[in-house]
């Protein structure tokens, strides 16, 4: 009798047999990805990098197999042979007893930098949450790629790479618009519709959606609404300061408050107008983050040191988290920039010189990418501009590219100097600005900028190649010393950071709370404040810390 298994059992079967280069591969990026990073990372996030190291390495290895065997001009088999897998049941046993010791170790050291507690264990259940859930995606994937490359195989005409290509393009597609399209966007959609309700709407004049203005409470938005329901008022800032102050105006549109990006910037001007924020010192028009948030101690420190004689000006243009607005509409907060500040700047401009506002610029993070691509150069903002500030900016932004490409030979990619800081200016800490003893012209450009901020040096080619701030002669001392550059991994790495870029503490990450105070007063005007009065609100902004964080 005949046992042999039918042509197509045998073929089915051979499919589940794993690559044993792959496999090979996989586990090297799997043992490697548990390597410290930027920032400290949640036992859960190790679970995922873990997961798809392993998928990223597994994939290059069997492509390598692949390649190397049509240069043999054969298919070689590809059974495992039973002392290979031991071998390989082994070495997975001996990292899984070796290396949550040294994770921790490893996690610790970049936690000491960071200023952060150490860790009292290894939280191995969060570990395998997280492996767990992205294991079964990855799987999830794969299945449907292999289903997609079957079908696109028979009924169409195509080759095997140009069907394995567009089935995985497909696949990913596929779960980006359930995972994001369909589940977050319309989470963040219903979060957006309506302010908190612990908010209060205000009834000054000098707010939006306040008395007499012309924009409504509820198409404010839910960081539209915390933002002119915040901030301090006239009364608070001089029992802070122990100097005279004024109320400081708060503008904001909503996506609600006007259907184009055209009309909220008209709406904001007009607001600006009615106001009275044209006769104010300081006026800023401030770019925000993807989902509308602007950064509360940012805002009320420019507040604060001007003693209120200031006026805000923003509007949105998304509702999702800056991750999700970049990645599906790349283009909306560069567009909602242009027409904010070319709006504000043309009634702006009709006032006499000698009698207008100080203008500025500012946003943070996706809000810096947004404002920075408003001027084609360095020159085209200081013509347009009395300062501008930047903070934490994206890789992506243009003009933070050909400024640090410019940056004087020997400084580093972290802090770069750019003509002895004579127009740009980088800061990360207090005293960053004592380095440069040459004169800095107004107006002033200045980014605050951290060597351990993903959102700054998470780029592409990150994944395939080594960037300038991991080189020997480049990188910070805020780094850990066992982090190295390694394919793929090194990104996977990065990715991750940008979910808890801002769950450290002020002077690290994403967060720039420590140096916002002095970042003003490098921008806009002298204030004439003392040394006690700027240390009370160096001291205030400091408590922020303990607020949460959000452009969720």
């Given at each position: 009798m005949d046992h042999t298994p039918p042509a197509s059992t045998t073929r089915y079967a051979n499919r589940w047999i794993p690559d044993a280069t792959g496999s090979a591969l996989g586990f090297i990026a799997a043992v490697l990805s548990v390597t410290p990073s930027l920032l400290p990372r949640p036992a859960v996030f190790q679970g995922i990098i873990v997961v798809l190291s392993f998928a990223?390495?597994?994939?290059?290895?069997?492509?390598?197999?692949?390649?190397?065997?049509?240069?043999?001009?054969?298919?070689?088999?590809?059974?495992?042979?039973?002392?290979?897998?031991?071998?390989?049941?082994?070495?997975?046993?001996?990292?899984?007893?070796?290396?949550?010791?040294?994770?921790?170790?490893?996690?610790?050291?970049?936690?000491?930098?960071?200023?952060m507690p150490p860790l009292d264990g290894t939280h191995l259940g969060a570990f395998f949450l997280g492996f767990l859930i992205t294991g079964a995606l990855v799987v999830a994937i794969t299945l449907g790629v292999r289903r997609l490359y079957s079908r696109f195989r028979k009924n169409g005409s195509w080759g095997r790479a140009t069907a394995l290509t567009v089935a995985v393009i497909a696949a990913i597609i596929a779960a980006l618009a359930l995972t994001v399209v369909f589940g977050a966007d319309r989470f963040y959609r219903d979060r957006n519709a309506l302010p908190d309700s612990d908010l209060v709407e205000p009834d000054s004049q000098y707010r939006s959606a306040g008395s007499e203005s012309i924009i409504s409470w509820d198409s404010l938005g839910r960081h539209g609404a915390d933002f002119v329901g915040g901030g301090p008022s006239m009364a608070e800032i001089e029992a802070l300061t122990g100097e005279e102050a004024m109320e400081p105006i708060r503008v904001y549109a909503g996506l609600a408050s006007a259907p184009t990006m055209e009309e909220r910037a008209d709406l904001v001007v007009a607001e600006l107008e009615r106001t009275g924020a044209f006769d104010r010192e300081v006026l800023a028009v401030a770019i925000p983050t993807g989902s509308g948030w602007l950064e509360p101690q940012t805002v009320d420190a420019l507040e604060y040191v001007h003693g209120g004689d200031t006026a805000i000006a923003s509007m949105q243009y998304a509702y999702t988290p800056s991750w999700v607005s970049y990645i599906f509409d790349p283009d909306a907060p560069m567009k909602a920039a242009g027409a904010l500040f070319d709006a504000v700047?043309?009634?702006?401009?009709?006032?006499?010189?000698?009698?207008?506002?100080?203008?500025?610029?500012?946003?943070?993070?996706?809000?810096?990418?947004?404002?920075?691509?408003?001027?084609?150069?360095?020159?085209?903002?200081?013509?347009?501009?009395?300062?501008?500030?930047?903070?934490?900016?994206?890789?992506?932004?243009?003009?933070?590219?050909?400024?640090?490409?410019?940056?004087?030979?020997?400084?580093?990619a972290w802090q770069p100097v750019l003509d002895d800081g004579r127009e740009v200016r980088w800061m990360s800490r207090d005293g960053d600005e004592n380095k440069l003893t040459g004169p800095w012209l107004e107006p002033r450009v200045l980014y605050l900028q951290h060597a351990t901020d993903p959102v700054t040096w998470l780029a592409p080619d990150v994944y395939w190649r080594a960037p300038d701030w991991l080189k020997p002669d480049q990188r910070s001392p805020e780094l850990s010393t066992s982090m190295r550059w390694i394919p793929v991994v090194t990104g996977l790495q990065v990715t991750l950071d940008m979910l808890v870029a801002e769950a450290v503490p002020a002077a690290y990450g994403h967060n720039y709370g420590d140096v916002v105070v002095d970042a003003w007063r490098h921008v806009t005007p002298e204030t004439g404040l003392g040394d006690e009065a700027l240390t009370r609100i160096q001291a205030e902004i400091a408590t922020y810390a303990a607020i949460p964080r959000y452009d969720w």
């Open positions: 990223f390495g597994y994939l290059a290895g069997v492509l390598i197999a692949k390649g190397v065997r049509r240069m043999r001009g054969k298919e070689a088999p590809r059974s495992i042979s039973r002392r290979w897998f031991y071998g390989y049941v082994a070495a997975w046993i001996a990292a899984l007893i070796v290396l949550p010791g040294a994770a921790v170790a490893w996690q610790n050291d970049v936690r000491r930098l960071v200023s700047e043309e009634r702006w401009s009709e006032l006499p010189e000698d009698d207008r506002p100080h203008l500025v610029i500012y946003g943070l993070s996706l809000g810096a990418y947004g404002g920075q691509s408003v001027f084609t150069d360095v020159d085209d903002l200081r013509a347009r501009t009395d300062g501008a500030l930047f903070v934490g900016s994206p890789h992506s932004s243009e003009l933070w590219k050909s400024l640090q490409s410019s940056r004087d030979p020997g400084s580093p």
